[in-house]
């Protein structure tokens, strides 16, 4: 537990007592595929530090369109903006596989950042690198066409193995859609001349790059 925490950016510089004292204060939860964590506008108040498994980061509207602001894995967390103001949620969060989380609640998280200032900082530099994060979606939206915004998103998510770039998740084509702000109907088109193209393959919803994805489509 408290090599996991280790791990987690927020609790980076942190000493094994004071790491141990932060163990004190979590409550471990699982919840099944598919579970919705936190509801865009709920009231909550609690950190949430992924151990095992993924969650998605979304919004909706009235008519149930999505739109996946992030995916989060192992050592990532949500739901620091609670620990800071008194708002509502700002987005959803659902598990895409069997997950496990620590959770702090605000009041406790305050008082372990009373005795450890470091982790202010920690907190202000995380929320940062999401405001960077979101800033660059926003520039993609405005600025790239549908097949900028897949293979920006294609590439973002893919990891290299040696010789090709791959993506452990497994993606559908209304998932990319989602995260592109793009129909389902004109992804999966840009997918299937990709393929023709022999720049990519999907098996299993994994899919995996093996050249340079054309600048253009």
Request: glycine content about 6%; aromatic content about 6%; proline content about 2%.
């Given at each position: 537990?408290?090599?996991?925490?280790?791990?987690?950016?927020?609790?980076?510089?942190?000493?094994?007592?004071?790491?141990?004292?932060?163990?004190?204060?979590?409550?471990?939860?699982?919840?099944p595929?598919?579970?919705?964590?936190?509801?865009e506008g709920d009231n909550s108040d609690s950190l949430y530090i992924i151990t095992h498994g993924r969650v998605s980061v979304f919004l909706s509207d009235e008519n149930g369109k999505e739109v996946i602001l992030n995916t989060e894995g192992v050592g990532d967390y949500f739901g620091e903006l609670a620990l800071v103001d008194d708002a509502k949620r700002s987005a959803s969060v659902v598990t895409t596989e069997k997950?496990?989380?620590?959770?702090?609640?605000?009041?406790?998280?305050?008082?372990?950042?009373?005795?450890?200032?470091?982790l202010a900082f920690n907190l202000i530099r995380g929320l940062t690198h999401r405001v960077r994060y979101l800033t660059d979606n926003v520039r993609s939206?405005?600025?790239?066409?549908?097949?900028?915004?897949?293979?920006?998103?294609?590439?973002?998510?893919?990891?290299?193995?040696?010789?090709?770039l791959v993506i452990d998740i497994k993606l559908t084509q209304q998932d990319i859609a989602s995260r592109v702000g793009a129909s389902r109907e004109m992804v999966a088109?840009?997918?299937?001349?990709?393929?023709?193209?022999?720049?990519?393959?999907?098996?299993?919803?994994?899919?995996?790059?093996?050249?340079r994805l054309p600048t253009h489509y």
């Amino acid at each position: 537990m408290v090599e996991m925490l280790r791990n987690v950016p927020i609790f980076e510089n942190l000493t094994d007592k004071e790491l141990e004292t932060v163990k004190s204060y979590t409550v471990t939860r699982n919840y099944p595929k598919n579970s919705i964590i936190i509801n865009e506008g709920d009231n909550s108040d609690s950190l949430y530090i992924i151990t095992h498994g993924r969650v998605s980061v979304f919004l909706s509207d009235e008519n149930g369109k999505e739109v996946i602001l992030n995916t989060e894995g192992v050592g990532d967390y949500f739901g620091e903006l609670a620990l800071v103001d008194d708002a509502k949620r700002s987005a959803s969060v659902v598990t895409t596989e069997k997950s496990t989380f620590l959770v702090i609640n605000k009041s406790d998280f305050k008082n372990i950042l009373s005795t450890n200032p470091e982790l202010a900082f920690n907190l202000i530099r995380g929320l940062t690198h999401r405001v960077r994060y979101l800033t660059d979606n926003v520039r993609s939206l405005a600025l790239l066409d549908v097949y900028g915004r897949v293979a920006k998103t294609l590439l973002s998510l893919a990891s290299d193995n040696g010789s090709e770039l791959v993506i452990d998740i497994k993606l559908t084509q209304q998932d990319i859609a989602s995260r592109v702000g793009a129909s389902r109907e004109m992804v999966a088109k840009i997918l299937k001349d990709l393929c023709i193209g022999g720049y990519i393959s999907i098996e299993q919803k994994k899919i995996t790059i093996h050249e340079r994805l054309p600048t253009h489509y």
